[in-house]
């Protein structure tokens, strides 16, 4: 029997209960559990497994840097960028801040977490990820103050144009390249359809069926000719 813990503050507690989700069906696959505890101070998550499977332990490694690269800078830039956008255009922006170092980024955190029995996410991340959050002072000092919704546009066209990645929406879900829904947005607060698809830097947004109100308005503005409607 192994067994490895995941833990983090409990005001931050939507981060393990997202850990538990996501890590749900490599868990059952395996044989392995799950259990949430939620203490006075702190959420654990408590995985059990009849034999080590480093299938899981590469999955929860990969999910708790999905947690910081998205959850934990999430936070930091919506705390330190001071631009002229409403708190909507804000969130996409961070969104779009997150995808455009996403790859490197959470590369870089798996490497700096290592293989251990126990995990403390805001652990990780004050002691061992100080030279990341220098790299995000710097990207978050480099948006000027008045940067507005034009500039939005604009940053997200260009990311957009530089991004060869696919992915489908069919309704108000977002799938990746390999069919399986994207629910990452959760860590921002909330599931969140605009911000779902920014988070996975899509160069091509493929619309199956009918789109909801609203969200083709978004799809027109920042993905223009990149939105395939059938």
């Known amino acids: 029997m192994e067994q490895i813990t995941v833990s983090e503050r409990k005001d931050r507690s939507l981060y393990i209960t997202y850990l538990y989700n996501v890590l749900s069906e490599v868990l059952l696959s395996s044989g392995g559990s799950g259990e949430l505890l939620f203490g006075e101070e702190r959420a654990v998550l408590i995985v059990r497994l009849q034999e080590p499977c480093d299938a899981v332990r590469k999955a929860i490694v990969e999910k708790i840097a999905e947690v910081i690269g998205i959850g934990y800078k999430y936070e930091f830039l919506r705390d330190r960028l001071n631009v002229c956008l409403g708190k909507r255009e804000k969130k996409l922006l961070c969104a779009a801040l997150i995808a455009a170092d996403y790859d490197s980024d959470t590369n870089y955190i ?69 069919f399986i829904p994207l629910k990452r947005s959760r860590l921002t607060g909330e599931e969140d359809t605009e911000t779902e698809i920014m988070l996975s830097d899509a160069g091509f947004v493929y619309c199956l069926g009918e789109v909801e109100e609203g969200i083709d308005d978004f799809l027109q503005k920042y993905y223009a000719e990149r939105a395939i409607f059938s």
Request: proline fraction near 1%; include cysteine; hydrophobic fraction near 30%.
């Open 110 to 178: 798996c490497r700096k977490i290592g293989k251990k029995s126990e995990y403390t996410v805001d652990g990780i991340f004050h002691f061992r990820l100080t030279a990341l959050q220098e790299k995000w002072e710097k990207i978050a000092s480099y948006v000027p103050d008045g940067f507005g919704t034009g500039d939005l546009k604009k940053f997200c066209e260009f990311l957009v144009g530089e991004s060869r990645n696919k992915i489908y929406l069919k309704g108000n879900t977002v799938f990746g390249e390999n």
